[in-house]
T-cell receptor
Framework: GAVVSQHPSWVICKSGTSVKIECRSL??????MFWYRQFPKQSLMLMATSNEGSKATYEQGVEKDKFLINHASLTLSTLTVTSAHPEDSSFYIC???????????FGQGTRLTVV | AQTVTQSQPEMSVQEAETVTLSCTYDTSESDYYLFWYKQPPSRQMILVIR??????QNATENRFSVNFQKAAKSFSLKISDSQLGDAAMYFC??????????FGRGTSLIVHP
């Protein structure tokens, strides 16, 4: 299957700072990227969907000014958690889909801890 | 809207035995894809098996097979000869063209030695 690389795999930051998470499709063009948040022992919660070159579509209840998503190229999407607070601590996962838009390929995930 | 239901929060199986995880979904689409993902403690999502709705034949991948009942909108996963490494969260997922993927709540599989 296709490879999606997510970086960093874990990060610890101080409250009030911003953190950027990268998601790269290594061997295909990702026309669509999905960003999820996952709490322990729960399912994936979709935060937003981004298409290359256009603004992300955020799910209800997700603050777009807090979770900035950029999908500037067909191989890279970034999620920036701005002014992070302890309640933003979570596991964030990206997945990428190609133009066929069937299977989505997942990154390894990023564990964010805000102290 | 599409929904995916996994009614078993947790399942247990003895090593070398067979276990079936259930999944039902609701959709008005006729063409779609169904997936089972495994999420081990590392939390990497791993595709276990996929099924195209237009295919009547059930998908099989080694010890993993599905029972796809399109009319009943059921998509269960059977794991044969269970191994300790199969212990994980399993998520059933649905996707149709132009729609975002929908995931079930997951089933935690425990494998007893």
């Amino acid at each position: 299957g296709a490879v999606v690389s997510q970086h960093p795999s874990w990060v610890i930051c101080k409250s009030g700072t911003s953190v950027k998470i990268e998601c790269r499709s290594l061997d295909f063009q990702a026309t669509t990227m999905f960003w999820y948040r996952q709490f322990p022992k729960q399912s994936l919660m979709l935060m937003a969907t981004s298409n290359e070159g256009s603004k992300a579509t955020y799910e209800q209840g997700v603050e777009k000014d807090k979770f900035l998503i950029n999908h500037a190229s067909l191989t890279l999407s970034t999620l920036t958690v701005t002014s992070a607070h302890p309640e933003d601590s979570s596991f964030y996962i990206c997945s990428a889909g190609d133009h066929l838009n069937t299977e989505a390929f997942f990154g390894q995930g990023t564990r964010l801890t805000v102290v | 809207a599409q929904t995916v239901t996994q009614s078993q929060p947790e399942m247990s199986v003895q090593e070398a035995e067979t276990v079936t995880l259930s999944c039902t979904y609701d959709t008005s689409e006729s063409d779609y894809y169904l997936f089972w993902y495994k999420q081990p403690p590392s939390r990497q999502m791993i595709l276990v098996i996929r099924q195209e709705a237009y295919k009547q034949q059930n998908a099989t991948e080694n010890r993993f097979s599905v029972n796809f009942q399109k009319a009943a909108k059921s998509f269960s996963l059977k794991i044969s000869d269970s191994q300790l490494g199969d212990a994980a969260m399993y998520f059933c997922a649905y996707r149709s063209a132009g729609h975002i993927p929908t995931f079930g709540r997951g089933t935690s599989l425990i494998v007893h030695p």
